[in-house]
């Protein structure tokens, strides 16, 4: 008995094809895991499967209904969580929880969901203050509620911390019946192994389908088999970084924080940070979602007013001088963070020129940047309509630029394909050994391995500092995974 | 310095890219403005036409029937109804169905044949008293050339010869006129301006911005130059629908009314751009806009004179830059305002943009520390 | 039923978390009524202006002065022409009387004597006004001068009566109207943001996909704005009638059943905005283009409809305060009158539908293709 039927179905964009004469059986009662590249119709397909689009052409039959003609009584027995997933960020917790039950006319029971959740205490916040991880444990908390017969879930887990990736993974297999059947869209290729079948979409097309475990036993080996069925990825010189000049500077450390502390009332954000990174070094920060990473990292470029202590940027002091301090630096936030009514190209005009890029230079280095990404077919795209992926990849892009000594990368690898996650490393750690001095923060663990050193943050405070193996071999780890863990539980104490 | 303006004007050219390239953008600021100078030039005017009439006229005489007419005659009436008694007359000005009564007494021509002084009862409508202060000015009027004509002797009397200058036929079209492209260049204005940072702010760009090397100078800059430029063509090109439509006379100085435009549209940006610096969402943004926007439409002397208001509210709106605005476009579209009276008048809009600007400067650059 | 009341009771909520709406419901107000009570002045208007007396006789001198006397005119007295014509220029005054030289000899003659008025034609109103004026006060003064009995006498008087409104007080209707105009744009302004909201924000994509009905959305934003704007109308009424004493003759049943259908169709105008353009920014651009002036202009307010342009006067039928300032200028100064609350609340009520049923239309239960 299968959920989903989809038969020779096609969408089309504006004149793109985004789903291309795609057939597919969802299986009930099973974790089906959808992975794919970035702009592969991933959300498209989930979409469709539930009647929020409508298709071009084929057929989809879900749980025996028609989404086209079907959909209010579809409805009633699925559980949708969309990429943004619609928290009342006004409301909170237990009042988003409420309204989501009333929706759905199940009983006001969250006792076993808050527990699970680990929301009790939280209950009367608003959604909008909690932190990444928990927004999306409560948001996928309000799509269980009412027990829906199939689950679909689309990258759940994007920008959010191992512990709470355990956890939402935790509360998916144990709250649902052995009857539901779940499509959970993904990037973390860790979760998509442990599923009961993967399905890769490439360019609007099936391309695999089965158990993940018969592709690969081990999840480093479904990463690159998942690679290779996407198209494989060729490690090439980064040509950013051979174009990379050099500023001459004979500052060591690059980036200092010096004793940074921000102070919310009597909570402490971020407290007593301190730390020196030197040329060329990539520099790592970890911890769970709302540890302070993102309140440090403003701090750092200027964007948030220290309440004590200040950063060092190319030796120049970013609370006294910001200006001169950010002429050096490239950054990229944690959220979407160009202007969506620009076009790609136009924005990277914009930012070329702000930063000081101008006429034939400015030209020769837009096409270069163009080249380089792979921007070539989406130049002329509103930037608000591209994929997340692509998003991503055009505010790397727009950090890149103006060739700065400094980089700062607030998530750079959410919500990207493992593809161009590779690319993204390849190119930081090529622009490192030029001598470029990187800080970016990531909650992919097998990224941390990349960096140089890594300051671990939790609460507030950095609770470890030290290379990857150092860390590692501080609490005897297998794995950077295991270590993070450890060193959390440990510092709990 | 030439790199600095290399920069500045790169966020000009993204304002306008970003206001010029959704067609809803250019809707509301090309079509909104024009579609309503039209409209509302054709439809305002203060003057009351097709008045209607209830009579009762209890003499039914050649005489009353003869006042009557002039009452049909007169241009700015419509339609007379004649009805019985004053509770029909009651009936008919109760549901507005007429505008005014005239009530006629049995005697009326008993008592104009005998020279003897007799009254005819107007009644005016309360519930608008425009309307109806303009209504008894028509009838007195009426009636009082009527009881001239038949007036035995002629006696001494006072004529008074009205010259009106700069609008001899006082056409209200010419007046509103004024008013209106003032009025709507400033509703433009305010919505350029005052979402911009704000929206801006929501959508993390604005912080984006903050960690470039652009100064707070700069950024202000760019958002003080693309909505002046495009209120001031929105404006050029009111002026010229005006000239060429309505035919409005011109008589001013083409330049001093480009600078009083500029002025006067510099500090209305301002003020927007106050308001978006101190909001954090879209919705505070309208919320500002509105709370300056109502008072400085009402308050800008066109529905009621300055000098009329209390001294307070008269020195408050010193502080008004659509009354300033108005003020410069009436003088220079009709009495042809010379450059000592212009500049006069561009002291307070100078002043209001100096403070404003220097307090969206101020505030913008507290906000982000 | 319940999903009705759970999606009102979080927009409640969502109303008291963001207090900026509740700003708009009573603030705008206050400062509105403030405004319209001290600030506007529609009928008798105060003038100034500028007197050149070239009559030296000392009758015509008190002529001169009795203009100052009136309490519409300010007056100043001057020989110098080219000043007064600066001042003319530069609105400081807004007329000037010019007494020609042989004024009391032709009066003496028994002959009609010109007095000559120079109005600011810039400024119409002031100029209709001035020379009213004018005309009332040297007529005035010729009956009690010592001309007065080489004046014929006027057989036909009008005896002017406003009924409704006996002295003529021009706050009684303009506090009424203005709330009109100011209900207009709260009515817009609370509603224009808040379906583009949830289509920006990602919760409409989970609205779609539970069991949310379209008659839902729809009534899940009205029924709230509606409650919070029947408060504002209500805190209205309470400054109108309470704070500023203006008469009301009407009924309370009545003025708050015709009040309510107001508020329905001015709603129904700022969630029709909200609901085709989804995106804040342009709604809030389009809320401000049109919720004020418009309503001000148009509206039958100020300026009179019965003197418009017959097409045009066919426009302003679209907008809800017109129907609105007809009635509750008429119900607060003449009490209730059956067939103009009947004629209002109809049209009202077929406007407030069909921008009900637009809205509901629009409103998409499915993602569009870009």
Redesign the interface.
């Known amino acids: 008995m299968d959920t989903v039927t989809i038969e020779h179905l096609t969408k089309n964009f504006r004149g793109m094809t985004a789903i291309d004469d795609l057939s597919l059986k969802i299986e009930k009662g099973k974790i089906t895991g959808l992975i794919g590249s970035d702009g592969s119709g991933k959300t498209t397909l989930i979409r469709l499967i539930i009647g929020l689009l409508l298709p071009d052409h084929g057929k989809i039959s879900v749980l025996g209904l028609n989404p086209e003609t079907q959909k209010d009584e579809l409805n009633k027995k699925i559980g949708y969580m969309p990429q943004k997933f619609g928290l009342y960020e006004d409301l909170t917790v237990i009042e988003n929880l409420r309204l989501y039950a009333d929706l759905k006319n199940v009983a006001h029971d969250f006792e076993k969901l808050l527990e699970f959740t680990n929301l009790k205490k939280f209950q009367t916040r608003l959604a909008g203050a909690l932190s990444g991880g928990m927004k999306q444990k409560l948001g996928l908390a309000c799509v269980l509620l009412g027990s829906p017969e199939f689950l679909l879930l689309d990258e759940p887990s994007v920008g959010v911390d191992p512990i709470s990736r355990r956890d939402l993974m935790r509360m998916v297999r144990d709250l649902i019946s052995p009857e539901t059947t779940v499509l959970w869209s993904t990037a973390y290729l860790d979760e998509a192994h442990s599923f009961d079948t993967g399905v890769v979409l490439n360019q609007g097309k099936v391309i695999y389908q089965g158990k993940p475990y018969d592709l690969a036993k081990t999840t480093e080996e479904f990463e690159n088999k998942v690679i290779d069925l996407m198209g494989g990825y060729r490690k090439t010189k980064s040509r950013i970084a051979e174009n990379y000049i050099p500023k001459n500077s004979d500052v060591e450390y690059t980036v200092v924080a010096d004793n940074l502390e921000k102070l919310y009332g009597n909570f402490y954000a971020v407290r007593n940070n301190s730390f020196k990174i030197k040329k060329g070094e990539i520099f790592g920060l970890l911890g769970p979602n709302g540890a302070g990473k993102s309140t440090s990292f403003k701090m750092m470029c200027g964007l948030l007013k220290p309440t004590s202590g200040t950063a060092r940027i190319m030796g120049v002091d970013i609370t006294e001088d910001p200006e001169n301090a950010r002429a050096n630096l490239g950054y990229m936030a944690q959220k979407f963070s160009l202007y969506e009514a620009l076009t790609v190209k136009q924005n990277l005009d914009f930012f070329a020129e702000i930063y000081g890029i101008h006429d034939e230079n400015l030209k020769k280095r837009v096409d270069e940047i163009i080249d380089i990404f792979g921007f070539f077919q989406t130049r002329g795209q509103k930037s608000g309509e591209l994929p997340l992926g692509f998003k991503q990849k055009l505010s790397l892009a727009c950090a890149l630029i103006h060739n700065p000594p400094i980089l700062f990368l607030d998530e750079p690898t959410s919500g990207v394909d493992v593809i161009t996650r590779r690319e993204f490393w390849n190119h930081i750690k090529s622009l490192a050994q030029k001598g470029v001095t990187v800080l970016v923060t990531t909650h992919f663990m097998d990224e941390a391995e990349y960096c140089d050193r890594i300051s671990l943050f939790y609460k507030g405070e950095a609770v470890a500092i030290g290379t990857p193996s150092a860390l590692k071999n501080k609490v005897r780890a297998k794995s950077m995974e295991e270590a993070f863990m450890k060193l959390i539980l440990e510092s709990e104490k | 310095m030439i790199?600095k303006l290399?920069?500045i004007?790169?966020?000009i050219?993204?304002e306008f890219?970003?206001t010029w390239?959704?067609p809803?953008?250019r809707g509301?600021i090309i079509a909104?403005p024009i579609v309503?100078l039209i409209?509302?030039s054709?439809?305002?005017?203060?003057?009351?036409?097709?008045?209607d009439v209830v009579v009762v006229d209890q003499d039914n005489s050649t005489e009353s029937r003869e006042?009557i007419s002039r009452f049909d005659l007169s241009p700015q009436f419509r339609n007379i109804y004649r009805v019985e008694n004053m509770k029909q007359m009651q009936n008919k000005?109760?549901?507005?169905d007429a505008?005014m009564?005239l009530y006629i007494n049995n005697d009326f021509s008993t008592?104009?044949i005998s020279?003897?002084?007799?009254?005819?009862?107007?009644?005016?409508?309360?519930?608008?008293?425009?309307?109806?202060?303009?209504v008894?000015?028509y009838?007195?009027q009426i009636?009082?050339d009527?009881?001239?004509e038949?007036?035995?002797?002629?006696?001494?009397?006072?004529?008074?010869?009205?010259?009106?200058?700069?609008?001899?036929n006082?056409?209200?079209r010419?007046?509103i006129l004024?008013v209106i492209v003032a009025?709507?260049a400033a509703?433009?204005t305010?919505?350029l301006t005052a979402?911009s940072i704000a929206?801006e702010r929501e959508?993390?760009?604005f912080?984006?911005?903050?960690?470039?090397?652009?100064?707070s100078v700069d950024i202000l800059a760019g958002k003080t130059v693309p909505p002046l430029i495009i209120a001031m063509a929105l404006t050029c090109v009111m002026t010229f629908v005006v000239k060429i439509f309505f035919g409005m006379p011109f008589e001013g100085s083409i330049v001093l009314f480009l600078i009083s435009m500029f002025v006067s549209l510099l500090s209305l940006v301002g003020v927007g751009l106050y308001i978006s610096s101190i909001c954090r969402?879209?919705?505070?943004?309208?919320?500002g806009?509105?709370?300056f926007?109502?008072?400085a439409?009402?308050?800008s002397g066109f529905?009621?004179?300055i000098?009329?208001?209390?001294v307070f509210?008269q020195y408050l709106t010193l502080l008004n830059p659509i009354r300033f605005f108005m003020?410069l476009t009436?003088?220079i579209f009709?009495?042809g305002?010379?450059f000592a009276?212009v500049s006069?008048n561009l002291v307070p809009l100078i002043i209001t943009a100096t403070i404003t600007l220097a307090l969206a400067c101020w505030s913008f650059k507290k906000r982000?520390? | 039923m319940k999903i009705l009341r759970a999606l009102v009771k979080k927009e409640i909520l969502q109303i008291v978390r963001d207090p900026s709406s509740i700003v708009i419901s009573f603030v705008l107000p206050l400062i509105s009524i403030f405004i319209y009570m001290y600030g506007i002045n529609l009928d008798f208007v105060t003038v100034n202006v500028g007197i050149k007396n070239d009559d030296n006789s000392p009758e015509i001198a008190q002529l001169a002065n009795s203009f100052g006397h009136s309490k519409y005119i300010n007056s100043e007295i001057s020989d110098d022409m080219n000043d007064l014509t600066q001042k003319l220029i530069r609105s400081k005054i807004k007329g000037m009387v010019v007494i020609p030289n042989d004024f009391s000899t032709k009066l003496e003659q028994k002959q009609s004597a010109d007095l000559m008025v120079i109005a600011d034609g810039a400024e119409v109103n002031t100029a209709t006004h001035l020379q009213n004026y004018i005309l009332q006060i040297s007529n005035q003064w010729l009956a009690s001068s010592k001309y007065a009995q080489l004046m014929s006498p006027q057989i036909v008087n009008p005896q002017i009566r406003t009924w409704y409104n006996q002295d003529s007080n021009g706050y009684y209707f303009i506090l009424p109207g203005s709330i009109a105009i100011t209900m207009t744009l709260i009515g817009i302004l609370l509603t224009a943001l808040v379906v583009a909201r949830e289509w920006e924000r990602g919760t409409m994509e989970s609205l779609l996909s539970s069991n949310v009905t379209r008659m839902h959305i729809v009534l899940g934003k009205y029924i709230p704005y509606f409650i919070l704007g029947m408060l504002s109308m209500i805190f209205n009424l309470i400054l109108c009638i309470g704070v500023f004493r203006v008469p009301f003759h009407g009924s309370y049943l009545v003025l708050t059943f015709v009040s309510s259908l107001f508020l329905f169709a001015s709603m129904g105008i700022g969630l029709l905005i909200s609901t085709v353009l989804k995106n804040q920014f342009f709604a809030s651009q389009i809320s401000i283009g049109i919720g004020f002036l418009p309503a001000l202009l148009l509206s039958g307010f100020v300026f009179p409809i019965g003197s418009m342009p017959e097409i045009l006067q066919y426009i302003t039928r679209i907008l809800p305060p017109r129907y609105f300032i007809t009635f509750i200028e008429s119900e607060f100064m003449a009490g209730t009158v059956p067939s103009i609350a009947i004629k209002s609340s109809l049209f009202l009520l077929i406007l407030g539908v069909l921008l009900f049923w637009a809205v509901y239309k629009n409103t998409d239960m499915r993602l569009s293709n870009d």
């Open positions: 790199e290399k920069k004007l790169a966020l050219k993204k890219i970003i390239m959704d809803k953008s509301i909104l309503q409209l509302f054709y439809a305002i005017t203060m003057e009351v036409k097709n008045i006042l000005l109760d549901n507005k505008n009564g008592n104009i020279h003897t002084p007799t009254d005819v009862l107007i009644i005016t409508d309360g519930r608008q008293t425009n309307s109806a202060a303009i008894s000015g009838v007195s009636v009082s009527y009881s001239q038949i007036a035995p002797t002629n006696g001494v009397k006072i004529n008074v010869v009205t010259r009106n200058w700069y609008n001899p006082l056409e209200y010419w007046f004024t009025m709507l509703v433009i305010l919505i979402l929206r959508m993390g760009t912080d984006q911005l903050i960690v470039s090397p652009l100064s969402t879209q919705q505070q943004a309208i919320l806009v509105i709370t926007m109502m008072p439409v009402l308050l529905i009621s004179p000098e009329d208001m209390p509210l003020v009436r003088g009709l009495k305002m010379n009276d006069m982000q520390n």
